[in-house]
């Protein structure tokens, strides 16, 4: 694991686009302390939430009493959002959910439940869950399961399988992550968010044209009511792949890598997983007053959705 090779148990790494917090999670599994940094809102929670330390049985008392809870219903009238993009059944039971929340100490451990749930319950077809354009209203022929299959009606039997879901992950890593390990979530802008003492970089950058952070988890923004930053967002799909675009990224990554130098001691590691197919890294790297130290490849299997199937990154390492 990268991890290992680059750092020393007992040192604290800094991930400045750390999304949902792999680096954070496979630190506090290594021993080491972790600061992960993401201008998306949703991120930073889901981050918060997985790298937590619980009280074991505060969390099992609050999840299992939620649990019992499903299907509640308040008299809220949902969004237009909400109405577009699910059954009237399915908004009822999220928005239910969502009214109990603040009732439990572990809030946001039902926040993310309900995320998780939401995204299930979308009016979608199996096989575009990431980026789906309009809500699907028939009956369609599925490519995931080769079958006819119908859009969701209801999200109480989502609601109920990630509540349980949830609290089992969070059980198993209690037990595997390393004792007096400590995360933390920084919500913001890494190019100019004050930063502490690190050991080192471990980090997945975005790329231009690939994904546009905020509107994968358009359904968390929505229920949740989280703050929407898209426009602080580098390398946006949105922003497109025009010149303009790809030097307005490099501008925006070459600002976040010398906002981390500022942090770390001169020689420190940068560890970069990135698939630089247009190579603009080797100039990046450059103009952050990085010297690109080894270019790794290595091949990834990717397990779910439509971009599902094989493909290579690199890892560079910078000092
Ligand atoms: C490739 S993803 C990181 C994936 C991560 N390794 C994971 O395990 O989920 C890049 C992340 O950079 C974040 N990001 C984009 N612009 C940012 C900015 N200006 N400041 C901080 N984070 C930013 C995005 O929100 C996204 O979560």
């Known amino acids: 694991m990268l991890l290992a090779r680059y750092f020393r148990p007992g040192q604290h790494v800094l991930d400045p686009f750390a999304g949902s917090g792999t680096t954070l999670v496979q630190?506090?599994?290594?021993?080491?302390?972790?600061?992960?940094?993401?201008?998306?809102?949703?991120?930073?929670?889901?981050?918060?939430?997985?790298?937590?330390?619980?009280?074991?049985?505060?969390?099992?008392?609050?999840l299992r009493s939620a649990h019992a809870r499903i299907g509640e219903t308040t008299g809220e009238r949902p969004s237009a959002y909400v109405r577009r993009w699910y059954a009237p059944q399915a908004a009822r039971e999220l928005i239910g959910f969502r009214a109990l929340v603040d009732d439990y100490e572990h809030a946001d451990v039902l926040r993310v439940v309900l995320a998780r749930a939401a995204r299930s319950a979308r009016?979608?077809?199996?096989?575009?869950?990431?980026?789906?354009?309009?809500?699907?209203?028939?009956?369609?022929?599925?490519?995931?399961?080769r079958?006819?299959?119908?859009?969701?009606?209801?999200?109480?039997?989502?609601?109920?399988?990630?509540?349980l879901d949830t609290l089992a992950r969070l059980?198993?890593?209690?037990?595997?992550?390393?004792?007096g390990c400590t995360a933390s979530v920084i919500h913001g802008d890494v190019r100019e968010v004050a930063l502490g003492r690190f050991a080192g970089v471990l980090t997945s950058p975005p790329y231009p044209g690939l994904i546009d952070y905020h509107e994968q988890h358009r359904y968390a923004y929505e229920l949740l009511a989280l703050d929407d930053r898209r426009e602080l967002e580098v390398g946006a799909a949105a922003a497109g792949t025009s010149r303009a675009a790809l030097a307005a990224?490099?501008?925006?990554?070459?600002?976040?890598?010398?906002?981390?130098?500022?942090?770390?001691?001169?020689?420190?590691?940068?560890?970069?997983?990135?698939?630089?197919?247009?190579?603009?890294?080797?100039e990046i790297l450059e103009r952050a007053g990085l010297r690109l130290e080894q270019r790794l490849r290595r091949h990834v299997n990717r397990r779910t959705g439509r971009r599902a199937g094989e493909f290579f990154e690199d890892v560079l390492i910078a000092r």
């Not at 079958?147 to 509540?163: G, M, N, S």
């Open 27 to 62: 630190a506090l599994e290594s021993g080491l302390d972790a600061t992960g940094v993401d201008v998306a809102a949703f991120n930073c929670l889901l981050m918060e939430v997985k790298t937590r330390t619980y009280n074991p049985f505060i969390l099992e008392q609050d």
């Open 123 to 145: 009016r979608t077809t199996h096989f575009d869950l990431d980026f789906p354009r309009d809500p699907q209203l028939e009956p369609y022929w599925c490519h995931k399961h």
């Open 249 to 282: 990224y490099s501008d925006g990554i070459v600002a976040a890598l010398i906002n981390a130098k500022e942090s770390v001691a001169r020689s420190a590691p940068f560890v970069i997983v990135v698939n630089d197919r247009r190579d603009l890294y080797p």
């Open 147 to 163: 079958r006819e299959c119908r859009p969701v009606d209801t999200a109480a039997q989502f609601l109920r399988r990630y509540t």
């Open 171 to 179: 059980k198993a890593f209690a037990r595997v992550r390393a004792r």
